[in-house]
């Protein structure tokens, strides 16, 4: 049958054929070598592995048979020759019969672990500590190699056999003699990669990425007597924490972080059921140099059974949570095939939720105790970060928060929101605070001199991310978050006090003058409800940015769309009466643009023209002096 584009295609009566895919096995090869992996000292990682693999296979199979195993300790040895430039790894572990060394060698991405595993029982499997399973970690020896040679005899088995290949698409089998059971891996190592034939080279490759495995791993070089164990051999994670003293954790920590100062605290656990892991996570007691560089490499180590996989493993942490430091391992994690890269899938969300939790937890904890406030001064604003970035913890992350307060009468940041609404006013159901450039402009603040007066408390928020952390924390335990430097401030009933409306309307007169004089320098010019000693103050619009925010944005470049403040002034303050009673329209304009340049200055602001204030004052103040001559 032909199409109307005159191809052939299978019509209804023609039979069916199933073909399988024709491969090209030294370009498959090739791409296996060259493209799967980003870094070509992994290659020692998986040989490795698979030599433990091989050493936990023959310890499970001794169960069955002991005779297997015989009184030979387990271990992994590594030879270097840097002359010849020749590496072998050997084991003396399971080894290979013949027709398993053809499967599993001469098979691309056939895993002898993998079909292991299938063979045991469900609990055998929940116990073994095997790791390589892709069956394709071999083939990196040819990244560094131009020939590999693999001697192998099978434990209870008499004949040796030898694989051979230079990678390019074939592989000879012969049948040698090896006294000894387990696996010999030689690489021929490239001109180039000579390297890797050093033996410090191999030592530091040891501790990178197998520093843990559970068995010995020597160093012997060519033309020296020493055999040297490289490994430590002792993967504390995986310890029972009752078996790990506090020293322990410690020392682990340091050897972890290369940070020489004791962890504040840390939180050691073992998941097992659907998904299965270990973590052992630390809080330093200071904060890195690039603790504020959002970009930098940050996050945990991962390791798969013990073997290490990545030193930045990100995805197991909220960005916020970047100082947090530990090891997560496991066997569960969807890693791509060259095992260098995360995947993600639902399972790795659930980690990431499950251990942001423990770490929120973890500080809970640390903040019952005095070594909080050290924890804060080092980490606190990039906690704050998480009230903005994690909605599903906002709740947790708000009780770690520490804020200064009119409270202590102390820049210390100490108070939290729980220590405040336990001391707040009966009828009072909102949490008050004001941002400011700092501490100091934020205690003399004109905005709190009627709260100060009532008695009500309020947050001194000045670090530069407090703008957002408001925005982000619109309330707390039902009590909302209230900007006293917003111009419809709500204080508790009960004062007694006029409505600004009222007061606004008996003093219509002199603020309608006001603005006159100040002309597009504000928006509106109000009485004010919150001033007690100072003549004025400034606010902003209940729809207009933070002047602390606007400052910042301002400051990085940004286009802000132009607002203007609202004026507030104190009826009752002298220089406000001395304005109200000035004749003179040029005076009182002088001294209009005197009251609002000071509430200005007040609130942390630069003034537009400073010169012009030195020049108005300038002439205040001699016009004073002429006044206290003439008397």
């Known amino acids: 049958m032909v199409s109307a584009f005159g191809q052939e295609i299978i019509g209804v009566g023609d039979k069916r054929e199933t073909l399988g895919f024709q491969t090209e096995v030294r370009q498959l090869l090739k791409l296996m070598i060259h493209s799967l992996y980003s870094n ?4 020692l990682r998986e040989l490795i592995s698979n030599a433990s693999d091989a050493a936990d296979k023959l310890r499970f199979e001794a169960l069955a048979q002991p005779d297997l195993l015989g009184d030979d300790e387990l271990e992994v040895r590594i030879e270097v020759d840097k002359e010849k430039r020749l590496l072998s790894v050997t084991d003396n572990g399971i080894g290979m019969s013949r027709e398993e060394l053809i499967d599993n060698l001469g098979t691309i991405a056939r895993s002898g672990t993998a079909e292991f595993l ?3 029982t469900g609990d055998q499997q929940h116990d073994a500590q095997l790791i390589g399973q892709f069956g394709v970690g071999f083939y990196s020896a040819f990244i560094v190699a131009d020939k590999v040679t693999v001697d192998t005899r099978r434990a209870g088995a008499n004949q040796a056999i030898r694989w051979e290949s230079d990678g390019e698409g074939e592989f000879t089998i012969e049948d040698i003699e090896r006294a000894e059971r387990g696996t010999r891996v030689t690489l021929h190592l490239k001109d180039d990669e000579a390297e890797f034939a050093e033996p410090y080279r191999i030592e530091s490759l040891i501790r990178k990425y197998s520093d843990h495995i559970g068995f ?10 020493e055999t040297k164990v490289v490994n430590s051999a002792t993967a504390l994670w995986t310890r029972s924490r009752t078996d790990v ?3 322990e954790y410690k020392e682990f920590y340091k050897y972890l ?3 020489f100062a004791d962890p504040l605290t840390w939180s050691h656990n ?8 270990t973590s052992l996570l630390y809080i330093p007691s200071a904060a890195p140099f690039d603790l504020w560089n959002r970009e930098a490499p ?5 390791y798969v059974q013990r073997v290490f996989i990545m030193d930045d493993a990100e995805q197991f942490l909220p960005l916020y949570l970047r100082f947090v430091k530990g090891v997560v391992d496991s066997s569960d994690l969807p890693l791509n095939v060259s095992r260098e890269l995360l995947q993600q899938n639902p399972e790795l969300s659930a980690m990431r939720s499950a251990l942001t939790k423990r770490v929120l937890d973890m500080l809970g904890k640390l903040a019952k105790g005095d070594e909080y406030d050290k924890f804060w001064g080092e980490f606190g604003q990039v906690l704050k970060e998480g009230v903005i970035e994690d909605f599903a913890n906002k709740d947790k992350l708000a009780k770690l928060l520490r804020f200064a307060s009119t409270h202590s009468g102390s820049e210390a940041q100490d108070q939290s929101l729980d220590d405040y609404i336990g001391r707040a006013k009966d009828d009072q159901d909102k949490i008050y605070y004001i941002l400011a450039e700092n501490y100091a402009t934020a205690v003399a603040s004109p905005h709190l001199e009627q709260l100060r007066e009532r008695g009500i408390e309020v947050l001194l928020l000045t670090d530069r991310i407090d703008p957002w952390l408001v925005d982000g924390l619109s309330e707390y335990d039902g009590k909302a978050l209230v900007d006293i430097g917003r111009s419809a401030l709500d204080l508790p009933d009960g004062d ?17 003058k006001v603005k006159r004089a100040l002309r597009d320098r504000v928006e509106a010019v109000n009485v004010s409800r919150r001033l007690v000693d100072s003549p004025a103050c400034v606010v902003a619009g209940d729809n207009d940015l933070n002047p602390q925010l606007r400052r910042m944005l301002e400051a990085s470049g940004q286009e802000i769309p132009e607002s203007k403040p609202i004026l507030e002034i104190n009826v009752d303050h002298p220089l406000v009466g001395r304005l109200s009673s000035e004749s003179d329209d040029t005076r009182f304009g002088e001294l209009s643009h005197i009251v609002l340049d000071h509430a200005l200055l007040a609130e942390g602001s630069q003034l537009e023209n400073p010169a012009e204030y030195v020049h108005r004052m300038n002439k205040l103040l001699l016009e004073i002096e002429s006044g206290a001559k003439g008397e």
Do not use: C, P, W
């Open 40 to 43: 070509k000292e992994i290659f």
């Open 118 to 120: 299938e063979q045991m």
């Open 216 to 225: 010995k791993v020597s160093l012997h070089a060519e033309g020296e007597e």
């Open 245 to 247: 003293s506090e020293d």
């Open 257 to 259: 972080t290369h940070d």
């Open 270 to 277: 073992r998941v097992e059921g659907k998904r299965e892991y």
């Open 298 to 302: 940050r996050g945990l180590k991962l």
């Open 496 to 512: 007694g006090s006029v409505s600004q409306d009222v007061m606004n309307e008996e003093h219509k007169a002199l603020l309608k």
